[in-house]
Nanobody
Framework: QVQLVESGGGLVQTGGSLRLSCAAS????????MGWYRQAPGNQRALVAQ???????SYADSVKGRFTISRDNANNTMDLQMNSLKPEDTAVYYC???????????????WGQGTQVTVSS
């Protein structure tokens, strides 16, 4: 089994910064893509940013230039640095990882429990 645990959410004023972290643990042979998603009340969960195992990144248009995704493959962690936060960034943020538990296994998708980010105006 694999567990993803997010941390770093909280309340911040418009223009402020937060750094989210996601730590994966359990039976892990390798982690392919990892990503951050967010879900605001009444909205569907949407991709914020993702990063491949070799460091290629992509971002939602709404966060380009403000958010930076990174990962540490040795420690199975992923971060999201969020700068110039806006009230519309308010949401529950989830991390997702595509994990290969063992060498001969296929890959499986895992989600964290989510962390709340609230940006006040």
């Amino acid at each position: 089994q694999v567990q993803l645990v997010e941390s770093g959410g909280g309340l911040v004023q418009t223009g402020g910064s937060l750094r989210l972290s996601c730590a994966a643990s359990g039976t892990i042979f390798s982690i392919n893509a990892m990503g951050w998603y967010r879900q605001a009340p009444g909205n569907q969960r949407a991709l914020v940013a993702q990063i491949t195992s070799n460091g290629m990144t992509s971002y939602a248009d709404s966060v380009k230039g403000r958010f930076t995704i990174s990962r540490d493959n040795a420690n199975n962690t992923m971060d999201l640095q969020m700068n110039s936060l806006k009230p519309e960034d308010t949401a529950v943020y989830y991390c997702k990882a595509i994990v290969q538990p063992r060498p001969v296994y296929g890959t499986y998708q895992y989600w964290g429990q989510g962390t709340q980010v609230t940006v006040s105006s």
